[in-house]
């Protein structure tokens, strides 16, 4: 059964950083193509950044230059690193295929707040 783990939420001022780790057990991850969404409360759920099995990347305008998606196929595992995070960031982030299919994890809460 597969199960999707994300971490590395927190609450950060204007301009910092953090680090969104998502495992993904049970899975034959490398051939999947991975993406990172997230919500902000009373808002849809949106695409943040997608990864393809080969390593090519996607991301949505909000974050172009701020965010970098990445992969590690031996740990089946997918990283997002914020930099320069502005308040619209705030949002519970969650990883999944793209387009989703796998079951969605809890997700992680990121707060931007000064």
């Known amino acids: 059964q597969v199960q999707v783990v994300e971490s590395g939420g927190g609450s950060v001022q204007p301009g910092g950083s953090l680090r969104l780790s998502c495992v993904v057990s049970?899975?034959?991850?490398?051939?999947?193509?991975m993406g990172w969404y997230r919500q902000a409360p009373g808002k849809q759920r949106e695409m943040v950044a997608t990864?393809?099995?080969?390593?090519?990347?996607n991301y949505a305008d909000s974050v172009k230059g701020r965010f970098t998606i990445s992969r590690d196929n031996a740990k089946k595992t997918v990283y997002l690193q914020m930099n320069s995070l502005k308040p619209e960031d705030t949002a519970v982030y969650y990883c999944n295929r793209v387009p989703w299919s796998l079951p969605w994890g809890q997700g992680t809460q990121v707060t931007v707040s000064s």
């Open positions: 049970g899975s034959i991850f490398s051939t999947y193509i």
């Open positions: 990864i393809f099995s080969g390593g090519s990347t």
